[in-house]
C-alpha cells in the first residue's frame, strides 16, 4: 500500500447513513484494504451504520465486488446500495440483489475519467469536513429504531426517543428531550459536549466516557442540562445563561 | 375523495381489530360505503368481532391469488349494515403468501368502490405489517398508555414517515382516568409528548368491550357504553377533521368529591397548625 491509496477512499455522513467513495483510478485491492484500515480506525463512527458505497465508473468483476462485500459484512455494516454510472457494475450489483442508484459522487477526489489530468487536478472536490464551528441540523424527531451519524456537531430541532440513537465526531445539541442514545465526540473528541433541554438519556457517551447511573440520577427532569468531560468524568451541569 | 386507512400499533393486543370493527361499523352507520380488510393472515380476528366467521367462502389470498372472480366473490356484506363489507384474512397461510405489490393494487381497486378501507394490520414490524402499510394513504396508531406500546408505537411511526406516509394520527386505547388522577398511568399528554403526532380520540376502558366481543357486535352500537361514545366521537372527526376535539372527562363524579377532599384537607392542616 503506497501514500497514495490511503486517500483513495473517502467517507460523508448522511442522515440516511455512511457514503463511502472509492477512488476510480486506483487499484482496487489496495482501496478495499485501506477502507477496511479506515473502518478500523474508526469503529464508533462506523459500529452497526448502514453505508452506500460510490464506485463511480469503475467496472467491477465478480471478485473484485464479493472482497468489498466481504469487507462490509464483516465489519457488521449493512449495505444500503451502490451508486455507480458503470452498466457492467450496476448489473453485477443487481444480480447480487444489491441495491443500485445511477450517479457517481467522487468524495474521494478523482474527477472523472473524461477530463485531462491537468484540469481533474485542478478540480478536486475535498471530502466536505465541516469547519469546527458549524453544525449540521436535522428538523425531526429521531424517533425509536432509527440510528443517526453524523461527521461533524448536529442540532437535532426535536426529542431523541427512547429506542434512538445518535452518534457524531462532534458536538450534540437537542433542543428537546433526550430519552435514547447519544454519543458525542465519537471519534474520541474529549472536548466535545452534549446540550438537552430534558436530559433523560438511556446512554450518554462523549468520547470513550460513558455517564453513570450515579449521574443520571443527579439530573433534574425537565431542566435544559449541558454534559462535559472533567478530569477523565462526564459530569452534567443545569444549564444557565451567565455560564 | 374515498381513503384508506390502515391501523396499526406495532404492540399486539393494544385493540387493532377492536378500533377497525368499530370505526369500520361507524363509518357504514352514518351511510358510507365502508370495507374492512383483514391483513393478519394467519391470525384473523376481525371476522369474529363482527359476527361473521360463518359466512367467510374466500378470502384475501384466494383474491391475490386469483383463486375466485374477483374480490367481490370474497366479500361479506355484514348483518346490520347494508354498506359494510369484510375481507377475510386466511386462517391457514402465513404473511408470506401475499406479495406488497398485490396488496397494492387490490388497495387501488378497492379504493374505487369504497369510501373508505380500513386495513388492520398485524402485530410487528415484519413483511406482514409492511403489505398492510403499503397500499394505504393514512394511518391510525392505535396505543395504550403504558410504556412499551408507546415506544412499539414510536418505531411504527419512524417507518411509516421513512414510507411517507405523512398523516398519522393517534387513538389512545384502555384509558383509565383514575389511575392518570394518581400518577400511576402515563397521561394524553405524556404520550402526545412523546410521539408528537395528532391524537383522533381517547377510548376510555371499558368491561363491556369484552363482552361485545365475544357476542360479535361492535361496541359503537351500544348507547350506554363509555368506549361507544368515544369511537362515536372519532368517527365524526374521521369524517370530519373539523370536528372539535373533547378531551376526556377526568372523572364522572369528581366535582363534588374533590371538593369535600379539598376541604376536609385543609381542615386537617388547621388542626394541625394549631395543635403544633
Known amino acids: 500500500m503506497n501514500d497514495k491509496s490511503l486517500d483513495s477512499v473517502a467517507f460523508k455522513g448522511t442522515r440516511q447513513g455512511i457514503i463511502v467513495s472509492i477512488r476510480e483510478d486506483f487499484d482496487f485491492s489496495g482501496c478495499i484494504e485501506n477502507l477496511e484500515v479506515k473502518i478500523k480506525e474508526s469503529r464508533a463512527f462506523f459500529s452497526g451504520a448502514a453505508v452506500s458505497i460510490d464506485l463511480g465508473w469503475r467496472e467491477l468483476n465478480i471478485e473484485e465486488l464479493e472482497s468489498l462485500l466481504d469487507v462490509i459484512y464483516r465489519n457488521k455494516l449493512k449495505l444500503l446500495g451502490i451508486v455507480s454510472t458503470s452498466l457492467a457494475t450496476r448489473n453485477l450489483a443487481e444480480r447480487h440483489n444489491i441495491k443500485v442508484i445511477i450517479g457517481r459522487l467522487g468524495l474521494a477526489g478523482h474527477a472523472g475519467r473524461k477530463k485531462n489530468s491537468v484540469q481533474g487536478a485542478a478540480a478536486v472536490p475535498q471530502p466536505r469536513v465541516l469547519p469546527s464551528d458549524m453544525a449540521f441540523i436535522h428538523r425531526k424527531i429521531v424517533r425509536s429504531g432509527t440510528s443517526l451519524h453524523f461527521d461533524g456537531s448536529v442540532i437535532i430541532m426535536g426529542d431523541i426517543n427512547s429506542g434512538g440513537e445518535v452518534m457524531a465526531r462532534g458536538d450534540i445539541y437537542v433542543m428537546g428531550a433526550v430519552r435514547g442514545v447519544v454519543h458525542a465526540g465519537c471519534e474520541g473528541n474529549e472536548k466535545s459536549c452534549i446540550f438537552a433541554l430534558d436530559q433523560q438519556f438511556t446512554r450518554l457517551q462523549i468520547a470513550q466516557h460513558a455517564a453513570s447511573e450515579k449521574d443520571k440520577k443527579k439530573i433534574k427532569k425537565g431542566v435544559p442540562h449541558l454534559s462535559i468531560v472533567e478530569e477523565g468524568k462526564i459530569i452534567s451541569l443545569p444549564y444557565n445563561k451567565r455560564q | ?276
Not at chain 2, 81 to 104: H, I, R
Not at chain 2, 117 to 126: F, H, K, N, S, T
Not at chain 2, 150 to 167: T, Y
Not at chain 2, 196 to 205: A, F, N, Q, T, Y
Request: with cysteine; charged share 30%; net charge positive.
Open chain 2, 1 to 276: 375523495m374515498s381513503k384508506v386507512f390502515v391501523v396499526t400499533s406495532g404492540k399486539g393486543g393494544v385493540g387493532k381489530t377492536t378500533a377497525t370493527a368499530n370505526l369500520g361499523a361507524g363509518l357504514a352507520s352514518i351511510g358510507k360505503r365502508v370495507v374492512l380488510v383483514d391483513a393478519d393472515i394467519g391470525l384473523r380476528n376481525l371476522d369474529l368481532l363482527l359476527g361473521l366467521e360463518n359466512r367467510i367462502v374466500f378470502d384475501l389470498v384466494d383474491v391475490l391469488d386469483k383463486k375466485c372472480r374477483g374480490y367481490k366473490q370474497a366479500l361479506i356484506r355484514d348483518k346490520r349494515f347494508e354498506s359494510l363489507f369484510l375481507l377475510p384474512a386466511a386462517q391457514s397461510k402465513n404473511k408470506d403468501a401475499v406479495k406488497a405489490e398485490q396488496m397494492k393494487e387490490l388497495m387501488d381497486e378497492l379504493r374505487k368502490e369504497f369510501d373508505y378501507v380500513l386495513i388492520d394490520c398485524p402485530a410487528g414490524i415484519e413483511g406482514g405489517f409492511r403489505n398492510a402499510i403499503i397500499g394505504a394513504d393514512e394511518a391510525i396508531i392505535i396505543t395504550n398508555p403504558e410504556i412499551s406500546a408507546v415506544r412499539d408505537a414510536d418505531r411504527v411511526v419512524g417507518i411509516l414517515e421513512s414510507e411517507n406516509k405523512s398523516k398519522i394520527s393517534l387513538i389512545v386505547n384502555r384509558l383509565r382516568s383514575e389511575l392518570v388522577k394518581k400518577g400511576q398511568m402515563l397521561s394524553i399528554d405524556d404520550i402526545r409528548g412523546i410521539l408528537s403526532i395528532d391524537v383522533l380520540g381517547v377510548v376510555p376502558e371499558d368491561h363491556k368491550i369484552l363482552f361485545h366481543s365475544n357476542k360479535g357486535e361492535p361496541v359503537i352500537l351500544d348507547k350506554f357504553s363509555p368506549a361507544g361514545d368515544a369511537y362515536r366521537k372519532i368517527v365524526k372527526r374521521l369524517h370530519d377533521p373539523g370536528e372539535p376535539h373533547e378531551e376526556i372527562k377526568q372523572s364522572k363524579n369528581g366535582g363534588l368529591r374533590s371538593f369535600l377532599l379539598k376541604l376536609m384537607r385543609s381542615t386537617m392542616e388547621k388542626l394541625e397548625k394549631g395543635a403544633s
